[in-house]
């Protein structure tokens, strides 16, 4: 996949407020803080295409832009914010299941994990929810410019251990060296 085009369409809760238009959706989901929006930004290619902020929970809503006229990415709540109210936590979960359960084109989810942390019960929960839906997923470490060589493949073991995944299953991404890019866009391609 090529992107060309990247733009913002709209921000949901809601599945009734949702794009009407049934493009394939390739959807990326992580807690808060673990780089969603720098990804979505890196592999558009359109530095300010998503909105990115110093503090986490920036992403509150369901967010959807349209890559070439052919497919949406979209860009889901950060889940496990500590500093979140409990009313806006407990919203973001029910938020991302009605998205799952919305029979929305979804082709495969991505999901983050910063490579400096082990996995936790958010992303066990997710990749169940993920598998209930019968969605294929693909995990996607980021910030790997945060450590060196040595320590990204130690992680990398940490996480695919966790999760019980193959460590070459893991994609290495920075978004800040574009790592990655290649890889990620060419998955998706394969699910178009």
Known sequence: MKI?????VK???????????KLPEYAFFGRSNVGKSSLINMLSGKKGLVKTGRTPGVTRTINFFRINNS?????????????????????FF????????????????????????TPGDYEEEMIAMLADARIPTAVVAT???KLSKL???IQMAK????????????FATSAKSGAGKKELLGLAGKYA
């Open 94 to 117: 029910p938020m991302i299941k009605n998205y799952l359960g919305s029979g929305r084109n979804l082709k495969i989810a991505f999901l983050l994990i910063d490579c400096r942390r």
């Open 71 to 91: 497919c949406f990415f979209v860009d889901l709540p950060g889940f496990g914010f500590a500093k979140a109210s409990k009313e806006v936590k407990d919203t």
């Open 159 to 170: 996480i695919a251990q966790v999760l019980n995944i193959e460590k070459n299953d893991i």
């Open 151 to 153: 320590q990204c493949a």
């Open 143 to 145: 910030k790997c410019d």
């Open 11 to 21: 921000s949901a809760i809601k599945p009734n407020d949702f794009p009407s238009e």
């Open 4 to 8: 060309t085009d990247a733009v913002f």
